[in-house]
């Protein structure tokens, strides 16, 4: 539907104001901007294909495919005997509880990538690729407004009309989608 097309870019405005880009722009990098249109493009590019291969496999192997994917990725972009293994264990020590560093990379994993993820498959089987890559741009909203309730960290009112804007855009998607397919 159209409005999606008008959705898309209120989003991604939305999400720029939410993020702050441009308000130190002096740290910005050409290497930085080329690896995030990258990340973007990859990630484009799983959720349309994960639509298509979840029609021939389970939710749980296109999980896998993914992450095995992103797993050699990253292997090549920082192969682990060059990874900052000693950050990890200052991230260990300086937690508000104490645990192994391994039970804090394994939280990490489970709970920031593969319980996302395995959600994100799950939407793009209900809602398609589209609907879901629109609705995931909830995300970034939902980590600010954690933020700011239990860490008291302040959104500017930029942010906080970016924030209302991405809610907006997904919402204007999300029923436009829903009276096209009712239509159809």
């Known amino acids: 539907p159209w409005l999606v097309w008008?959705?898309?870019?209120?989003?991604?405005?939305g999400l720029v104001l939410v993020l702050g880009v441009g308000n130190d722009t002096g740290s910005l990098s050409w290497v930085g901007i080329a690896f995030s249109v990258g990340a973007a493009l990859s990630y484009a590019?799983?959720?349309?294909?994960s639509e298509s291969l979840m029609r021939v496999r389970s939710p749980v192997s296109v999980l896998g495919i993914g992450l095995a994917f992103g797993?050699?990725?990253?292997?090549?972009?920082?192969?682990?005997?060059?990874?900052?293994?000693?950050?990890?264990?200052?991230v260990a020590t300086t937690a508000?509880?104490?645990?192994?560093?391994?039970?804090?990379v394994l939280f990490v994993v489970i709970v920031g990538t593969v319980v996302p993820f395995a959600m994100f498959l799950a939407g793009v089987r209900r809602v398609r690729a589209d609907g879901a890559t629109v609705t995931a741009m909830l995300e970034p909203i939902i980590a600010g407004a954690i933020a700011w309730s239990l860490l008291g960290q302040v959104l500017s009112p930029l942010q906080v009309i970016g924030g209302l804007g991405v809610l907006a855009a997904v919402?204007?998607?999300?029923?436009?989608?829903?009276?096209?397919?009712?239509?159809?």
């Open 71 to 90: 797993a050699v990725a990253l292997g090549i972009a920082l192969p682990w005997w060059s990874f900052p293994w000693s950050v990890l264990s200052v």
């Open 6 to 13: 008008v959705a898309i870019p209120v989003a991604i405005g």
């Open 96 to 104: 508000p509880v104490s645990a192994p560093t391994y039970l804090y």
């Open 171 to 184: 919402t204007l998607a999300q029923l436009s989608r829903a009276r096209f397919e009712a239509k159809a």
């Open 45 to 49: 590019y799983y959720s349309l294909h």
